[in-house]
């Protein structure tokens, strides 16, 4: 899947803001946030969607339970949204799998303010995140 972004992330190939990987699972910032904090966790294989198989959401639950909870404890998230797209109607742009993690907070709830004010950059994010 040399053609695949996420695969070619996972492989090294392209840089990311990696803030957690098991063997199962890799976890990333997105490059556009909704929020600050919000993340990408993708599984290691590539498979299109996460409706592939009956195993996709489950490989990657204890991935996305281990960054709500960096996400709690970094960044002060009191509240999330778990979302990930399934085709293109959906809206899915890169066909690997793909769990949006949405960090959210009291002072912006709700659906409605999914996309969030963006307050640092992508590197205070991520220098919060991954600091021994």
């Not at 890799?26 to 294989?45: C, K, M, N, S």
Request: charged content about 25%.
């Amino acid at each position: 899947m040399s053609e695949c972004l996420f695969c070619r992330i996972v492989a090294g190939e392209i840089p990311s803001k990696q803030v957690y990987a098991d063997d199962r699972a890799y976890a990333f910032l997105d490059i556009e946030p909704w929020q600050e904090g919000h993340t990408l966790v993708i599984p290691r294989r590539h498979v299109d969607h996460a409706l592939v198989d009956e195993d996709v959401l489950a490989e990657l639950a204890p991935s996305v339970l281990a960054v709500s909870a960096l996400l709690r404890t970094r960044l002060g998230a009191t509240g999330f949204n778990i979302l990930t797209n399934v085709g293109a109607d959906s809206g899915q742009e890169v066909f690997h799998a793909h769990i949006h993690v949405l960090p959210r907070h009291a002072d912006s709830p709700g659906i409605r303010n999914i996309r969030g004010a963006i307050h640092r950059d992508l590197d205070e994010v991520y220098a919060l995140l991954t600091a021994e």
